[in-house]
């Protein structure tokens, strides 16, 4: 039995329920945790406008809120397991927030499901899990 929790890169999709099943073994096996992390790409540099502004702080009520939701399920799975299951919803980039959560939550390892893309790189991995490859301070499991 590890304090280290395992995290898991969510976003609703079918790789992610498959890093979330994948995971839900791994945690069984080792006896740790699950820190489940959602994350909303934003970018904090544009320029708008009062009425823009409160749309955007509209908009990202509803996404918060939408990610709730969409984590719901694999909770719920993994609490079903006995799983001790942690989640968080973060705006930012992806790769770097994830590496970061990990090194703050002091993760053994970081798990994500493959969905592909465009450039030969991210065809084999994906972006995100290209991304957390090459910057993670802990090991990285790419699930097919």
Known sequence: MTDQPILVGYDGTDAAQRAVEFAGKRATAEGCAIHLVYVLEWSPYS??????????????????SRAEET???ALDALNKLKIPVT?????GHSGELICKIAEDKGACQIIVGRKGGSTLGARLLGSLPLTLVQASPVPVTVVP
């Open 47 to 64: 320029f708008l406008s009062t009425q823009e502004l409160e749309e955007r702080h509209q908009r990202r009520t509803e996404e918060l």
């Open 71 to 73: 984590l719901k399920p």
């Open 87 to 91: 989640s968080e919803v973060r705006y």
